[in-house]
């Protein structure tokens, strides 16, 4: 069993920056792959990033590449993502999630453990 806290969001102007944090209880979190989504108001929830267990492959959502980078260190039972040039269409609650998942389609939302989220508001 694992339990995941995202921490970190809260409102940014345009072109601001966040950190968000994704602290894991629960000794196999390093052994999963961990990813990010969010959830826009009237939106589905939608992939943003993912990182293996290994950190050794990487994905991005074609609308934060470039702008997003995703991290962890399983020593401290802790994901990342680090938020750059933000636009106010990144407004939504992010949710981190962790399990196993397959390298063919990296961004499915097929995980096992996700956290509560934590709203970021990108004010224009």
């Known amino acids: 069993q694992v339990t995941l806290v995202e921490s970190g969001g809260g409102l940014v102007q345009a072109g601001g920056s966040l950190n968000l944090s994704c602290t894991a209880s629960?000794?196999?979190?390093?052994?999963?792959?961990m990813g990010w989504f969010r959830q826009a108001p009237g939106k589905e929830r939608e992939f943003v990033a993912r990182?293996?267990?290994?950190?050794?492959?990487?994905y991005y959502a074609d609308s934060v590449k470039g702008r997003y980078t995703i991290s962890r260190d399983n020593a401290k039972n802790t994901g990342y993502l680090q938020m750059t040039s933000m636009k106010p269409e990144d407004t939504a609650v992010y949710y981190c999630?962790?399990?196993?998942?397959?390298?063919?389609?990296?961004?499915?939302?097929?995980?096992?453990?996700w956290g509560q989220g934590t709203q970021v508001t990108v004010s224009s």
């Open positions: 990182i293996t267990w290994t950190s050794t492959r990487i």
């Open positions: 999630a962790a399990g196993l998942t397959s390298e063919r389609i990296p961004t499915s939302p097929e995980y096992a453990y």
């Open positions: 629960g000794r196999r979190f390093g052994q999963y792959d």
